[in-house]
């Protein structure tokens, strides 16, 4: 090999090294921007206490002249165990208020879901629930086995 040749194939295989340094680099700060599944179970904490205060003054303000907080604690929960936080929420969201469905913003049925759940001594985590009903759909309703 000429001295011009092995220059060149230096070159070249370094090229090489650096750009797939970088690819592994690069992939693990993309992966590390990926948003997290977050909490698939009510037991793992899958609201934020400050989200249940949210859904208190929503309660508070919209749905207290027919609920008292009691309303929901217990008998409702239960029957909803094993299923998902996204059929309660859409069967609240769809029925609630009585006189106005639909009425309220994602966000505050998704933090009136928070508030149920504290209601319903199932523990806050540092995830807020989601308000997407995809996402609401993989977090399944039950207590720590
Ligand atoms: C105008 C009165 C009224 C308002 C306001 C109202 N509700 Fe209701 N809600 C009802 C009635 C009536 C029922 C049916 C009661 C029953 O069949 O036991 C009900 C039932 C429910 C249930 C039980 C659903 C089930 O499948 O068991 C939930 C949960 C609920 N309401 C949540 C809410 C929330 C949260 C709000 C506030 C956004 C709200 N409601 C506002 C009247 C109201």
């Known amino acids: ?5 092995k220059i060149m194939v230096k070159i070249f295989s370094r090229t090489i090294r650096v750009s797939a340094g970088l690819f592994i ?17 009510t037991a793992e904490g899958a609201y934020t206490e400050a989200q249940a205060k949210r859904g208190e003054r929503v309660q508070r303000r919209v ?17 909803w ?3 998902t936080v996204g059929a ?4 609240i969201s769809n029925t609630m208020p009585e ?4 009425s309220l913003k ?3 049925y998704a933090d009136l879901m928070a508030y149920i759940l504290m209601l319903n001594g199932f523990p806050a985590g ?11 759909a993989r977090i399944i309703i039950e207590r720590k086995k």
């Open 88 to 91: 309660l929420n859409s069967q």
């Open 126 to 136: 540092d995830t807020e629930l989601p308000s997407e009903d995809a996402a609401l």
């Open 106 to 108: 994602p966000q505050q």
């Open 25 to 41: 680099v690069l992939g693990i700060a993309f992966s590390r921007t990926l948003p997290e599944d977050g909490p698939s179970s």
């Open 63 to 79: 749905c207290v002249r027919c609920h008292i907080p009691a309303y929901y604690k217990g008998g409702l929960l239960d029957s």
């Open 81 to 83: 165990t094993g299923n």
């Open 1 to 5: 090999m000429s001295n011009r040749t």
């Open 99 to 102: 006189d106005r469905p639909s």
